[in-house]
C-alpha cells in the first residue's frame, strides 16, 4: 500500500520561506511518476500548486510561478516544495499527491494523497 506523510509546514511571515516535504512509502518510486502539491484554503476549492514528471518537467500555478519549486529526491524517495517570497494569500492546507502514470496533464488525476500540512503566513 502505498503511502504519502508530507512535513515541513508551519507558520512565517510574508516574504519568508518554507520546504515542504512528502516521503513515499510502500512500492512505489516517485521519481518514476507524475507528483504534485495541492492546496486548499479556508473556504475555497482545493488547486493545484506544482507538479513534475518522470523527466522533471514541471508546471506550475500562475500564483506561485518564480516563488515556488518542486523538485525530486530519489535516494529518499521524497517530494519537495520550497516556498519563497510567501504571500498571506499563500495560506492553505498543502496536500502531495501520487499517480500511477508517468507523464503530468494539468492539474492532473492522483491515486494517492498525503494528510496535509498547514501553511500559515501572516502579514
Known amino acids: 500500500q502505498v503511502q504519502l506523510v508530507e512535513s515541513g509546514g508551519g507558520s512565517v511571515q510574508a516574504g519568508g520561506s518554507l520546504r515542504l516535504s512528502c516521503a513515499a512509502s510502500g512500492y512505489y518510486t516517485l521519481s518514476t511518476k507524475c507528483t504534485a502539491w495541492f492546496r486548499q484554503a479556508p473556504g475555497k476549492q482545493r488547486e493545484g500548486v506544482a507538479n513534475i514528471d518522470r523527466m522533471g518537467r514541471t508546471t506550475y500555478a500562475d500564483s506561485v510561478k518564480g516563488r515556488f519549486t518542486i523538485s525530486t529526491d530519489n535516494a529518499k524517495n521524497t517530494l519537495f516544495l520550497q516556498l519563497n517570497s510567501l504571500k498571506p494569500e499563500d495560506t492553505a492546507v498543502y496536500y502531495c499527491?501520487?499517480?500511477?502514470?508517468?507523464?503530468?496533464?494539468?492539474?492532473?488525476?492522483?491515486?494517492?494523497w498525503g494528510q496535509g500540512t498547514q501553511v500559515t503566513v501572516s502579514s
Open positions: 499527491a501520487a499517480a500511477e502514470i508517468s507523464w503530468c496533464a494539468w492539474p492532473g488525476v492522483y491515486n494517492y
